[in-house]
C-alpha cells in the first residue's frame, strides 16, 4: 500500500457523506432543507468585515508572531477577564487558524504514544480523530440523556488509569446542545488531571450560564475560536490559552505546521472582541426564538428530548422509535423528505438511535424542513 496507515484509518466525518448526497440531489433539481449544518447561516457582522478589508488596505498582510498578534491576546485576555473574572496572561495565548488546529497544537504537546484522554460518549468526531493521529488513545465514558447528556464526575473518576493524560469536556456541547453544570465542572477539576475544555460555544447560551475552565483549575487548556458566535468559519480563526510550561512546545508545532494564523483574519478578530456586542446578541435572540420553535415541535412529531438544549444550536433528538439505525434513517428522510440531518451515529455509539437536528437555518427553513418530516412520518 502506497498511502500510509495514518491517512488510510483516518475517519471521515459521516455527516459530509450526507451533505455530499443533499447536494447531488440538489444539482438533480430537488429542493433540498438543511438542518445537518454546523455553522451559522448569519454573514460575518459588518464591523469584523470592515476590519478585515481595512487590515488588508493597510497592508497589515504578512505573517504575523507565530503566538499571534499582541493586540488579540491582549483583547483575549480582556474578554476573559470581563466575562468570567478569570486573569490570563497574553504570552498564555496562541492564536491559531481554528479550533481544530488548536486541537492539534494541545493533544501533540500533551500525549505520548498510549496516553489516554476521557472524552464523552456521545462527542464532536474530530477528538477521537486528531487523539488518534498523535498516537493517544480515548477513552469514552457515557453520558444520557436523561441527564441533559452531562458528565457524571464519578464515572469520569473510575475510569482514570496512570495513562490518563486529561479530560475533554465541550460546553455547550456539540452534537447535545447541552452546558455542564457549574457543580460537575468543579468536581471533574478537582480529580486532579488537566482538563481540555472546548469552550467554542460559549455566548450561545440561552438558558443558565456557561462557566469557563480557568474558574476551577489553571490545570488546563481552553480552545476557543470565532467560528461560531461571531458568524466566522470562513476566516479559519481560534485559540489556545495554555499552562505557562507548555506554550513553547506547542509554539514550536505552531511555527512548523502553520507559520501563523492569517493576519487579516486575526485584525478582523479584534473587531469581533470588542465591536460585535450588538450583532452577537441579535444573533443569538434569533437562534433562541428557532430552538424555542425546533424543540417543540420535533416532540409533537414524537422525537424524544428529554432536557431542553439550551446552548449552541443543536438538538440531539431520539429517534429510536423509527429506527435504531441511525445513518439509514438520515439517508431515508434526505431521499424520501429532501431534510439534511445529521445521523447520531457520526457522534459515537452513545448517540446511536438520535438524530441530530442543526437550527442554523432561517425560522422559515425550519417549519418547512420539519413539515416534510411531518409528512413523511405518515407515510413512513
Ligand atoms: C465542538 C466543536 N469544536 C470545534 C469545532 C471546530 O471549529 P473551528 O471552525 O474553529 O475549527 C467545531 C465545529 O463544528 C465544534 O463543533
Redesign the pocket.
Known amino acids: 500500500m502506497i498511502i500510509a496507515a495514518r491517512a488510510v484509518d483516518f475517519s471521515s466525518f459521516i455527516v459530509m457523506d450526507v451533505l455530499e448526497r443533499a447536494n447531488a440531489l440538489e444539482r438533480q433539481g430537488q429542493d433540498i432543507i438543511h438542518l445537518e449544518i ?2 451559522p447561516d448569519f454573514d460575518t457582522p459588518q464591523c469584523i468585515k470592515e476590519a478585515g478589508i481595512k487590515a488588508i488596505r493597510e497592508g497589515k498582510t504578512h505573517y504575523t508572531h507565530s503566538q499571534g498578534i499582541p493586540e488579540l491576546r491582549d483583547a483575549i485576555c480582556h474578554h476573559y477577564r470581563e466575562k468570567y473574572g478569570v486573569h490570563i496572561n497574553p504570552e498564555q495565548v496562541i492564536v491559531t487558524s ?4 488548536a ?1 492539534l497544537l494541545i493533544f501533540s504537546t500533551l500525549l505520548e504514544p498510549g496516553d489516554k484522554i476521557i472524552v464523552s460518549n456521545p462527542y ?1 468526531p ?1 477528538y477521537p480523530n486528531i487523539i488518534k493521529y498523535v498516537g493517544g488513545n480515548c477513552i469514552f465514558v457515557n453520558v444520557y440523556e436523561d441527564d441533559g447528556f452531562q458528565f457524571r464526575p464519578e464515572e469520569v473518576a473510575q475510569k482514570i488509569s496512570p495513562q490518563t493524560k486529561g479530560i475533554l469536556i ?1 460546553s455547550p ?2 452534537p447535545t446542545g447541552n452546558l455542564l453544570s457549574a457543580e460537575r465542572i468543579q468536581k471533574i477539576a478537582d480529580l486532579g488531571q488537566y482538563i481540555i475544555s ?1 469552550e ?2 460559549h455566548g450561545m447560551v440561552y438558558e443558565g450560564k456557561e462557566h469557563t475552565i480557568l474558574e476551577y483549575t489553571d490545570k488546563a487548556f481552553v ?1 476557543n ?4 458566535l461571531y458568524a466566522m ?1 470562513g476566516w ?3 485559540y489556545v490559552i495554555s499552562p505557562p510550561d507548555f506554550v513553547r512546545p506547542m509554539q514550536k508545532i505552531q511555527q512548523n505546521f502553520f507559520i501563523s494564523a492569517s493576519s487579516v483574519s486575526q485584525w478582523a478578530g479584534i473587531a469581533a472582541l470588542n465591536k460585535a456586542k450588538g450583532d452577537v446578541e441579535r444573533m443569538r435572540t434569533i437562534f433562541d426564538q428557532r430552538r424555542l420553535y425546533m424543540v417543540k415541535r420535533l416532540r409533537e412529531l414524537g422525537f424524544g428530548i428529554s432536557v431542553d438544549p439550551v446552548g449552541a444550536f443543536y438538538i440531539l433528538a431520539r429517534a429510536k422509535h423509527l429506527s435504531n439505525n441511525s445513518y439509514e434513517l438520515a439517508f431515508e428522510i434526505l431521499e424520501k423528505a429532501g431534510v439534511g440531518v445529521a445521523p447520531g451515529i457520526d457522534f459515537g455509539s452513545g448517540a446511536e438511535g438520535y438524530l441530530r437536528f442543526s437550527y442554523a437555518n432561517s425560522l422559515e427553513n425550519i417549519t418547512e424542513g420539519l413539515r416534510k418530516i411531518e409528512e413523511f412520518l405518515k407515510n413512513k
Open positions: 454546523g455553522e481554528g479550533t481544530s488546529p486541537m464532536y474530530c465541550n456541547s456539540n472546548d467554542i460555544y480552545l475560536g470565532f467560528s461560531k468559519t479559519r480563526l481560534g
